[in-house]
């Protein structure tokens, strides 16, 4: 039978109309959730997102497709997010960090509540060195803290604290955090490691949960980062001496001029101390390094964590 005939069928019997409501089950207000379908490779994108981040894949899409909308709003309002980097330390008030355009030399320095508060600025920066480690192992060292405590040597390599095994992260107090490594590894934390361990789950936790952040941050240790700008040698004065702060001082004044004494100079109304904003400085000179192609990495091959952090420490 053709359509013309199908659609000029009489109605059955039993389907009676004659109580029927027009628009009886209509909601103007209703929201309604529609399918969508993912190409292959797509779905396998999110997937493996979602298994390494122990999150559901509609949770992935819509924080890509949030994601996504920051970009489109920093585009919206004129921002030249590829030209701008962006170098930041912990601190008391939460992450100081210090921003540059490339092209202009524009550079500001701010202190922002939250990591993601700092990755999400506007505009936003198309780096972000940050002074925290950035992937966990279960167990053992990571090979990037041992080459950089390597390249500083004697005295100076005490300066990288080893980073936390990735259990201690669900402790909340130093107690529990020692016994949780003294169970893995059969020894405690050193107060100094558990001391940052809270930007270290902060950190963790944004990059585990936000996969599109992941391509513009890079961890980096501010002491290595004054390794190389003085020709590969270490600093011998501790950054908390007079001495040791004015030779780091100097080297940055030599590559930014005199920013780097206004954003001193703001450090009180900032709420942090002259080291955080020194240390954001020498994270903004690397963030400068990765985005001209010409920063190095330790290890040169990094392995990933079981989430897909790269543990690297960019120079």
Known sequence: MDEKHKRDRPTKKEYDFFKAERGKFYRPDAKLNFPVYLDDEVREFVTRIAENTHADVSQVVNDLLRSDMNVNDNDAAGSSDMTLVCGADGCRRGWVGVSRNLETKETRWAVFPTFLDLVRQKPCPSVVAV?????????????????????????????????????????????????????????????????????????????????????????????????????????????????????????????????????????????????????????????????????????????????????????
């Open 131 to 315: 002074d925290i480690p950035i992937g966990l192992l279960e167990k053992g060292a990571r090979r990037c803290d041992m080459e950089a405590r390597r390249l500083l040597g004697p005295g100076r390599a005490s300066s990288v604290f080893p980073a936390p095994i990735r259990c201690v992260l669900a402790a909340s107090s130093y107690q529990e955090a020692s016994s949780l490594r003294r169970e893995v590894e059969g020894k405690g934390l050193s107060v100094q490691t558990w001391a940052i361990v809270p930007k270290i789950r902060e950190v963790d936790e944004a990059l585990r949960r936000e996969a599109t952040i992941r391509t513009c941050v890079r961890e980096v240790h501010p002491e290595v980062c004054f390794w190389r700008m003085a020709g590969q040698h270490a600093i011998k004065e501790s950054k908390r001496s007079r001495a040791g702060q004015a030779r780091r001082r100097d080297l940055l004044v030599e590559r930014f001029g005199d920013v780097v004494d206004r954003a001193l100079a703001d450090r009180g109304q900032l709420g942090c101390v002259e080291n955080d904003v020194l240390d954001a400085f020498a994270a903004l000179w690397t963030a400068q390094r990765i985005a001209e192609g010409v920063s190095e990495v330790l290890p040169s091959a990094p392995p990933k964590d079981q989430y897909g952090l790269p543990m690297q420490m960019v120079i």
